[in-house]
Structure formats: C-alpha cells, structure tokens
C-alpha cells in the first residue's frame, strides 16, 4: 500500500499535479519502505519545487538514504553547477563575496567586527534577522523560506509566541511563533517580509571531523569555529563545536569553506565541556516542511511545548500533546467538554474531577490538573 502512494504521487506529479503529488509522496515518506525506494520517492518529491534550495536538500538525503543512486548524484551535481556561490581563491568570503567573514587564515579565537555586507549574488545582511524581545534575551535568525518563515533558538523565545524581529533595513516587525522542537533547541517564526534571497544549503548530510566552520551573528560579528570529533554516538543532525560560547542568545548561520550554509547554532552543550552544538540544516528543513504541511490544517502554536495543536486550533482549552493551557484560557473558568474528547489520547480512563480522557502524568489528570483519589 505505501509503495502504491508512492506510485500515485509519481503519477501525480508527471500528469503536472506538483501539489498532490508532493502531498501523495511525503505521505509514502513516512511509511515503511526500504530505503532505496525512500532515495526514489526524494528524488520525486525535488520534482514538485521549483525552489533550487529545497531540491538540493531532497537530492541530499536521496544521496543519504542510498549512497548509490547515480541519479540522485547527478542531479545534484548538475544543481551545484548552476546554483554554486562565487569563491574567493584568496580567503573565505561567504556568499559571493559579500566580505561578511573574515579569511580562514585569520581563525580569530574570538568574535571581531568585519565589514558590512556588500553586495553579491545573495546578501547575507538580506537573510537574517535581530530577534528582540525573546525570554532570555536577543539572538539572530535566518530566513529558510522567500514567504516569510524565519528560525531561531527555542533558548530566545522561550514560552512566548511573539516576539520582535529586526531587519538590516531598520524595520522592525512582529513575528508569530509558529512551531518549535525543544529537543533540537529550534524554533519557527512567521514574519510578514518576503526575503529577496535564501542561503544556499550544503548537500552533505554530515560535517566532516575537525571541518573549519564559519558563524554570523546579525550585528556583523563573525568568528571561526571547528567541528569537534566526540567519541558519543549521536544523530547525524547534531554539529559538535569547540565554540565555548557566542556573543548572542543563538540562531546564527553556520558555514563550511565553501560558503553553504551547513545549520544553525543552538545554546546546546557538552555535559562534560559546555562547548556549543549547531543543528544540521537538514533537520530544520525537515521541521519547516513539516510545519508547513500541518499549517494547512486547524492548528494553534502551544508556547508550552511547541506541538502545532489540533485540539487548539479548534478552540478547547488544552493541548493535546503536553495538557498545557492557551494562554488566553489560563484566567477563565474551564470545564468538561465533551465534543473534546475527540483530541486527547483515550485509554488511560477517565479524571475522576472533570471526567476527560486526556490522560495522566505523575498522578495527575492533564487537563484539570487535579490528583486522582
């Protein structure tokens, strides 16, 4: 059955349904089926975009599902060669020579002052944001999409879902928290400003060992960093850094020599060294697309644990991921709605105060709140 959504959502997309297919394909992506097929269906799913940054992603984890697809290779090669940055042989300076990094013979062991951003074929400046106003201070943000969507650390914006995002231009302008993943310290931002230019991606799925990185802060800041080796296993979408700390609250781009944007840096840290992770750009863009195929939906922001929640977006009181309250519900009364039940997990019983099925942590009803004895 999966294999054959996948056939449909090809079907789809070679008739010109580029919106069903996708919708068909990422459906079969989230079934079992072998990786190769998976290659296959990323392939497919680069056919319904035209935006050259997403399909470079989605032929950049066809490569990581089957090392062995030609195809997937060559694709991506010929994409590379219409889409690579200009380099400057004579140090790293990012993104066409925008002057916006230092040369990678300096590797100042701190952040120093460069020049501001030139012009080029994309300008960094353009792609990022000041977020003001978060819960533990300001940070940086970057743009990952031309319509809008902007990310950042869930460490700035904490458990609001509004904060403040300042452009190069001057303007500053209110941006919605849309969506955000505590565990990858990575929040999603909605700003009403169409970015002119996107940061070209990396289509590596992993950061070499010891590979010299380069990270911006919105104010002009950049400084040299290097991946660090760990002997833990872990997800290939975390970035290890000898970066012990940075100037802001977090969500700066973070560039390989070749001036791809390879993640974003979080406030992340070793347990045993307090030196910073960044987030594969990967696995932001899979939160993104994810984001925006939910945002389809009914769904409201949870400041409380990020889930984009059905069950208030149809107007109850309560999440049904976490239990968490709307913050516009926390002063009014609450009560029992049946029509509800439909949102929150059944099988755990009902509270014996309020009669819901949300269900119970630490002896406690989710959606009352109230002990059961």
């Known amino acids: 059955m999966s294999q054959r959504i996948l056939e449909m959502g090809i079907q789809a997309t070679q008739a010109g349904s580029k919106a069903e297919g ?28 035209d935006d050259p940054q997403i399909k470079r992603a989605h032929y950049g984890e066809a490569i990581t599902l089957d ?8 694709r991506l090669a010929a994409l590379m060669n219409t889409q690579l940055p200009t380099q400057n042989t004579g140090g790293f300076s990012p993104i066409s020579g925008t002057g916006y990094m230092p040369a990678a013979q300096q590797a100042p062991p701190v952040p120093t002052p460069v020049a501001q951003p030139q012009t080029g074929a994309v300008n960094i400046a353009d792609t990022l944001g000041h ?3 978060g819960a533990n201070g300001a940070g940086t943000g970057f743009f990952v999409t031309q319509d809008g969507l902007m990310v950042t650390t869930r460490y700035i914006v ?56 380069y990270v911006v802060t919105y104010n002009g800041e950049s400084f ?12 290939a979408h975390w970035i290890p850094t ?14 390989d020599e070749r001036n791809y944007l390879i993640g974003m840096m979080t406030r992340n840290v070793s347990r045993a060294s307090n030196h910073l992770f960044g ?48 913050p516009e519900m926390a002063n009014v009364q609450r009560y029992y709605l049946p029509q509800a039940d ?32």
């Open 158 to 213: 904490g458990g609001l879902d509004r904060v403040m995002v300042e452009l190069h231009s001057g303007r500053q302008l209110p941006a919605m928290v849309v969506s955000s993943v505590p565990d990858l310290d990575l929040a999603i931002l909605y700003v009403e400003h169409r970015a002119e230019s996107l940061l070209p991606i990396t289509p590596l799925a992993r950061v070499p060992d010891d590979a010299p990185l």
């Open 224 to 235: 040299h960093v290097q991946q660090r080796p760990t002997r833990r296993i872990m997800p």
């Open 242 to 255: 000898n970066a012990a700390r940075i100037p802001d609250a977090g969500g700066n781009p973070i560039f």
């Open 67 to 74: 090392p062995t697809n030609a195809e997937a290779r060559q």
């Open 131 to 133: 977020v003001i106003g």
């Open 279 to 326: 987030v594969h750009i990967s696995a932001i863009r899979r939160c993104v697309d994810a984001y925006i195929q939910t945002s389809r939906e009914a769904r409201k922001y949870c400041p409380n644990c990020g889930t984009n929640s059905r069950a208030l977006g149809a107007g109850f009181f309560y999440c049904e991921a976490c239990g968490g309250v709307r």
């Open 22 to 49: 996708a919708r068909l394909i990422r459906i079969a992506l989230k079934r079992e089926l072998p990786a190769e097929i998976l290659a296959v269906a990323y392939l497919w799913l680069a056919e319904t975009t």
């Open 342 to 373: 439909v949102f929150y997990e059944a099988g755990r019983g009902r509270c014996v105060h309020c009669g819901s099925i949300a269900g119970l942590h630490a002896g406690r009803c989710l959606r009352c709140g109230r002990p059961q004895q």
